[in-house]
């Protein structure tokens, strides 16, 4: 007896359930956002702090219209168009899906977002920050340019499996300010962890790019895209000649105590983010970092 036609039968019946169950796997609710004024010029602050300017900006193209790629090993990710346009862009959005999205990386069709958009440290963000954020991007002029298709192979292009890996992977940042430490110490470890999503670099993902459930800052070897981050620990970085204002004039400029210049994507973040930000969120984020893991 043939028995193809029955292992045929049997695979697809298999592949059809697999596909259910994906399609079906719970994603947790929105959860409630309070209706604030938002004020924009500290929102398009926060978007340059968040990285929203660099990621969501090809270059050369109008600002947050999209197209900037992100590469990995899993594929090529390419950031959306977030301009108030009403087709190409978020201008049908909604507040609370607005909300949503950023913190809880889900899009107004509930469908989740891959992690190469860092919505798990944005969790930290406030429904205060969140109308700032809102209020500048409703600013920005509109652009109708189209998004780019994600260039991600199988089985990471089944954008249903992120349902079943935010259940085992997921590692949303609560921020709980230390009562014991400075306000200059608990500022720099809300931006360190926060919008500045350091973490997001500077910890070690799994092979499926899960974070480290103790979410310390190692340093990863083995980045996304292919590079390597090191430590932002105090052992590690007083090791290596990072003073306060060293590690500040790095933070600001990219020149590293020895004189080296950092490359790759941190010279990114320097340049679209970094270089913009205020002396004193500059100095509260070395405060924090030089302290962390001292012991």
């Known amino acids: 007896m043939n028995r193809l036609p029955m292992i045929l039968v049997a695979l697809l019946v298999l592949s059809a359930l697999g596909v259910l169950v994906l399609e079906t796997w719970p994603v947790a609710g929105a959860r409630p956002v309070a209706e604030l004024q938002g004020d924009p010029k500290r929102g ?3 978007a340059r702090l968040s990285g929203c300017i660099t990621c969501h ?31 190409q862009g978020i201008g049908t959005w909604s507040f609370q899906q607005f909300v949503r999205a950023v913190r809880e990386g ?20 406030t429904d205060s920050d969140m109308a700032d954020l809102w209020a500048a991007l409703r600013a920005t002029p509109a652009v109708g340019t189209p998004d780019v298709p994600h260039q991600v192979s199988f089985p ?14 997921e590692s949303p940042v ?17 931006l360190v962890w926060g919008p500045a999503h350091c973490a997001a670099c500077h910890a070690p993902r799994n092979v499926l790019g899960g ?21 932002l620990t105090a052992r590690y970085l007083t090791a290596n000649g990072y003073t306060k ?12 105590p020895s004189g080296d210049v950092l490359g790759g994507s941190m010279a990114e973040v320097i ?25």
């Open 156 to 169: 990471f292009n089944v954008r249903a499996g992120l349902r079943p890996w935010r259940t085992f992977f």
């Open 271 to 295: 340049h679209g983010s970094m270089k913009f930000l205020l002396d004193e969120h500059i100095d509260d984020m070395a405060t924090y970092l030089l302290d962390i893991g001292r012991k």
């Open 211 to 231: 974070l480290p459930s103790s979410l310390e800052l190692t340093g990863d070897p083995a980045m996304q895209d292919g590079g390597k981050s090191p430590p």
């Open 57 to 87: 900006t090809a270059p050369g193209a109008p600002p947050l219209s999209g197209g900037a790629a992100l590469v990995s090993k899993f594929g090529s990710f390419y950031a959306p168009n977030i301009t108030p346009d009403p087709t």
């Open 174 to 190: 609560e921020y709980v300010p230390d009562e014991t430490r400075s306000p200059e110490w608990n500022r720099g470890k809300y």
């Open 245 to 256: 204002p060293a590690l500040v004039e790095t933070m600001r400029t990219g020149i590293t």
């Open 44 to 46: 398009a602050y926060l």
């Open 106 to 125: 889900v899009s107004p069709d509930g469908d989740p977002y891959y992690p190469a958009f860092p919505y798990e440290f944005y969790a930290t963000l």
